[in-house]
């Protein structure tokens, strides 16, 4: 077992097989290590979350080692067809890439008996392992920003299906009309670790199912509840970029291949809420860099954080008053709020003393993109109102934000912890990171940052299997241009991971401007051992 040093509270296991991992991480799961938060399994590793105040990454290693040789549970006999039309983007680039035709790529597919080994990426995605199938293809050089609902893609030894529009590197070859993951149904996931799964060539079938993926549109939960303090709500008059309800997220999912998502800038959406007397994590809106206003209707306190804005209050009555930011706000009914686009940072934070009605989903308001789980997006003529019930403190009139926000232009300093893949690139590269500013560019989400610079060159060429991902992992695709990854990232990925940001600095590079620079320093070596089974703690 090798074990790789992440931030603190967290280590990557890399076992010798996917047999081998998943034993070891059903003997985890039925004699759990004290301080252990959550486990993310993949193709040959183990993400492990841990308290370091309870127990470090050194002894977390050490418990699972003893583990290694543990039997696998009994996986389940249930067999879930899928049927598919072979219609994808890259069935000729699979079928060159294998010296094969297209006709004998979707046989070897259909044929086959797959195995659902572990899920990740996103909610429903499932890892389907058929070694015999033969269709062993790497990933795009480049992933696809847009990936449609129900693709079904080749990767490495694995088959996968898209349960939502996302983006991937995926080699598809086809696509499903079956939901993958639907919140109205139990289990959510259509399929389920250690099932079996058999595809089906809809050209040669005479029935199909009725089963539909839902329409890309379609709203997801609603974002409001009714009630709230005597009415109280405000109305969106204009919003140039959608906002997102936030709040500290949705640990303890991964299991069902849900990320924590939450606030970019946790920061400054705590900070908002300490101002207005708020929980620390109580719902607030995360608005995009662009203008956004809207009128209140009665009596409120509001506060707003994060990126830099102009501010202004414009009374029914009365001459328009400038406002300033991280403080409390009092406003009268009618009073109609502008925030400007931002001059600094790239997301802002807007409190309500009180809180917002919010419809929680899998128990945290937060809008994850990615996994398109929460309450929809917030846009011109929403009406949103207050909640009612929430215990309060004092506000806060004197209150400094955690950080400087970063502007366009200007070089931000983030401190990374290398690794865990350090090592797949060459020396050369290893220090080039370190060593150059890269540019963030405007393909940006909360997703992740494209960042531009020199090629990354690779040491190792070969296939990197899926395995776990944190928030602030930079991954470094096969055109060599790495990715930061943000608050609403995969769980999984593919393409190996260069270093990860250390936690102190995470808000700050969910506030990174495209057009600013970034330089990357290495907090500690990379880090990197090896454990034999029988060894002890």
């Known amino acids: 077992m090798r074990v790789l040093m992440l931030r603190e509270g967290a280590v990557l296991l890399e076992l010798a097989s996917l047999d081998v991992t998943l034993a070891l991480f059903d003997a985890l799961e039925a004699d759990p290590v004290a301080g252990v938060l959550e486990i993310v399994p993949a193709a040959r590793t183990l993400l492990i979350s841990h308290d370091p105040l309870t127990i470090s990454a050194e002894q977390v290693a050490a418990e699972a080692v003893v583990r290694l040789g543990m039997p696998r549970k009994a996986g389940a006999a249930e067999v879930v067809e899928i049927p598919v039309r072979y219609d994808g983007e890259d069935l000729a680039d699979v079928a060159e890439l294998l010296g094969i035709s297209t006709h004998e790529v979707i046989r070897r597919h259909v044929e086959a008996d ?142 069902q291949g849900i990320s924590r998502s939450g606030a970019a ?51 029914e009555r009365g001459p328009r008053i400038s406002a300033p930011m991280n403080r409390p706000l009092a406003l009268e009914p009618g009073d109609r709020v502008t925030l400007e686009a931002p001059t600094a940072g790239l997301r802002s934070y807007l409190a309500l003393r009180g809180g917002f009605a919010v419809e929680p989903v899998l128990g945290s308001a937060s809008a994850d993109t990615l996994a398109q789980i929460g309450p929809a997006a917030v846009t011109a003529r929403a009406r949103l109102r207050a909640a009612s019930g929430m215990k309060l403190s004092a506000v806060e009139p004197e209150v400094l934000p955690a950080f400087a926000m970063p502007r366009a232009g200007e070089t931000i300093v983030l401190d990374v912890v290398p690794g865990p893949r350090t090592d797949w690139f060459t020396p050369a590269s290893a220090e080039q990171f370190l060593n150059v500013s890269w540019a963030a560019t405007s393909q940006a989400s909360r997703t992740g940052l494209r960042l531009s610079g020199p090629v990354l060159v690779r040491a190792v060429t070969g296939e990197l299997p899926s395995e776990g991902t944190l928030r602030g992992a930079i991954q470094v695709p096969a055109n060599g241009q790495p990715v930061l990854f943000l608050a609403d990232h995969p769980l999984t990925g593919g393409y190996p991971v260069m270093a990860t940001v250390a936690a102190h600095h995470l808000d700050l590079a969910g506030q990174i401007p495209p057009g600013a620079f970034i330089r990357f320093r290495a907090v500690r070596p990379f880090t990197a051992y090896s454990l034999c089974a029988g060894d002890t703690p």
């Open 265 to 315: 800038d946790r920061a400054s959406l705590s900070l908002a809420n300490r101002i207005t007397g708020n929980p620390a994590d109580a719902a607030a809106l995360e608005i995009a860099p662009a203008v956004f206003s809207f009128r209140v209707s009665g009596r409120a306190v509001i506060a707003v954080t994060g990126a830099e804005r102009a501010i202004t209050i414009q009374p």
């Open 114 to 255: 797959y195995l659902v080994a572990f899920t990740g990426f996103a909610p429903g995605f499932a890892y389907l392992s058929a070694p015999d199938a033969d269709l062993h293809v790497p990933r795009r050089a480049s992933p696809r920003t847009h990936v449609p609902a129900g693709a079904v893609g080749l990767a490495g030894e694995f088959s996968g299906i898209y349960p939502k529009v996302s983006p991937g590197g995926w080699q598809l070859i086809g696509t499903t009309p079956l939901a993958m993951f639907d919140l109205t149904r139990k289990p959510a996931a259509l399929l389920q670790p250690g099932q079996h799964v058999r595809f089906r060539d809809m050209a040669e079938a005479t029935v199909h199912p009725v089963a539909k993926i839902p329409a890309e549109d379609a709203a997801p939960a609603a974002a409001v509840l009714e009630g709230g303090i005597e009415g109280l709500h405000l109305d969106v008059l204009s919003a140039g970029l959608p906002a997102l309800f936030q709040d500290h997220g949705r640990p303890g999912l991964a299991a």
